[in-house]
Structures are given as structure tokens and as C-alpha cells.
Nanobody, 124 residues
Framework: QVQLVESGGGLVQAGGSLRLSCAAS????????MGWFRQAPGSEREFVAGINWSGGSTYYADSVKGRFTISRDNAKNTVYLQMNSLKPEDTAVYYC?????????????????WGQGTQVTVSS
């Protein structure tokens, strides 16, 4: 079992930045693919960004490419999502997740453990 705790959400004006963090409980965190998803009211949960076990491979949804950056610190069992140039349409609950898939994982079904989510609200 892996427990994930997100933090760093909040209210920000359009054009601003936020940095989300996700701390994992398990010492074998370094062997897992990590991802960030988001879910807006009335919408399905959607993929935002993913990172492989070493941090050497990252991939993003087209809607956030060039604005968001995913990274990880395996020594701290933590994955981050740096969000810049935020837009009102980025407003959602953001979730981090763990996948045992070693290749790119972009669907919710490919992830095994989820955090409780953190709210991000971008005002216009």
C-alpha cells in the first residue's frame, strides 16, 4: 500500500504560478511511475503530466505543455508539479498517483494508488 499526500494548492490569479507537492509513504517510491491528474466539476479526471522512475522521462497533456513541469526527488519520496502561466481553465482538483507501469501511463486505469487531491483555483 502506498499513501500519497498532495499539498500546495490554492487560489491564484490568471498568469500566476503554483507548485504542487506529493509526498509518498513508501520507501520503494523510486521504482514507480508518477503522474498528476486533474478533475474539474462535472468533468472526468484527466491526465496532466507523468514522470518515469528516474525522472529522465516526462510527458504532458497538450493543454499544459510548455507551462507545467513535473519533477521528482526520490530521496524525499516526493513528486512536484510546477504550474506557470495559469489560466482559469486550469481550475480543478489536482491528484497525484502511482503506477507500476514502466512505460508512459496516461489513463486513470494505469494508476494504482491515488492521493486525496488538492484544489487549484485560477481567477480571471
Amino acid at each position: 500500500q502506498v499513501q500519497l499526500v498532495e499539498s500546495g494548492g490554492g487560489l491564484v490569479q490568471a498568469g500566476g504560478s503554483l507548485r504542487l507537492s506529493c509526498a509518498a509513504s513508501r520507501r520503494t517510491f523510486s521504482g514507480y511511475t508518477m503522474g498528476w491528474f486533474r478533475q474539474a466539476p462535472g468533468s472526468e479526471r484527466e491526465f496532466v503530466a507523468g514522470i518515469n522512475w528516474s525522472g529522465g522521462s516526462t510527458y504532458y497533456a497538450d493543454s499544459v505543455k510548455g507551462r507545467f513541469t513535473i519533477s521528482r526527488d526520490n530521496a524525499k519520496n516526493t513528486v512536484y508539479l510546477q504550474m506557470n502561466s495559469l489560466k482559469p481553465e486550469d481550475t480543478a482538483v489536482y491528484y497525484c498517483a502511482v503506477s507500476r507501469i514502466l512505460t508512459q501511463a496516461v489513463t486513470t486505469r494505469q494508476y494504482d494508488y491515488w492521493g486525496q487531491g488538492t484544489q487549484v483555483t485560477v481567477s480571471s
